[in-house]
């Protein structure tokens, strides 16, 4: 069963621009993972965010988490062709030991 | 290097006939998980398993089984594969349950049934 959903479903911007994109969850969460995948490859792990953590930065990537309104958001800044791929939030649920389930995912092409 | 090696990559078979996708991890992970992912439907969960010899459903579990023999080890079997089953499936692992660490992905297996 979907708890993140990503939002927009695509999206495309220029080489150097931020792209933004957003995950909508519908119960308490223990921690929330945003992930990329590059075109039928794997997913590869990009950043962990714990319920009682506000935003979190790794390199040219933040994320911000606002439990109150259930939602968080991944920013890739100074963006480069390489970035293109698909972003998918993982929320793992607070109640439990249930499985990380995953969004549909954002398309996000940065053309050079 | 640490990794997922999932086995065929790309597999074409006929309906009806049992079929074997192996997932190996060589960093002595605690969790692993199979998944598949459809266009419009995103990545669903197929089977997981927490330890050797403990295995549980996921959200799409019918027509598949799994086993985790080996803690390194968890080959998804589909008994009577079905054309619906036609997908690109993902093994993953992670050191403790797959929700409080991040999960490591095999390069998947583009399975299609005819």
């Known amino acids: 069963s979907q708890q993140g959903e990503e939002d927009p479903q695509a999206l495309s911007i220029q080489e150097g621009e931020n792209a933004t994109m957003n995950c909508s969850y519908k119960?308490?969460?223990?921690?929330l993972q945003w992930y990329r995948q590059n075109s039928g490859r794997g997913l590869v792990h990009l950043i962990l965010?714990?319920?009682?953590?506000r935003e979190k930065h790794s390199g040219r990537l933040r994320v911000t988490l606002d439990t109150s309104k259930k939602s968080s958001s991944l920013l890739i800044t100074a963006s480069r062709a390489a970035d293109t791929a698909s972003y998918f939030c993982a929320t793992a649920r607070n109640s439990g030991n249930t499985p990380l389930v995953f969004g549909k995912g954002t398309r996000l092409s940065v053309i050079a | 290097e640490a990794q997922v090696t999932q086995n065929p990559r790309y597999l074409i078979t006929v309906t009806g006939k049992k079929l074997t996708v192996t997932c190996s991890q060589n960093?002595?992970?605690?969790?692993m998980s199979w998944y598949r992912q459809d266009p419009g439907l995103g990545l669903r969960q197929i089977y997981y398993s927490m330890n050797v010899e403990a295995t549980d459903k996921g959200d799409v579990p019918e027509g598949y089984k799994v086993s985790r023999k080996e803690k390194r080890n968890f080959p998804l079997i589909l008994e009577s594969p079905s054309p619906n089953q036609t997908s690109l499936y993902f093994c993953a692992s992670s050191l403790l349950t797959g929700r409080n660490s991040p999960l490591h992905f095999g390069n998947g297996t583009r399975l299609t049934v005819t």
């Open positions: 960093m002595n992970h605690e969790y």
């Open positions: 119960t308490s969460i223990n921690n």
């Open positions: 965010i714990r319920s009682n953590e």
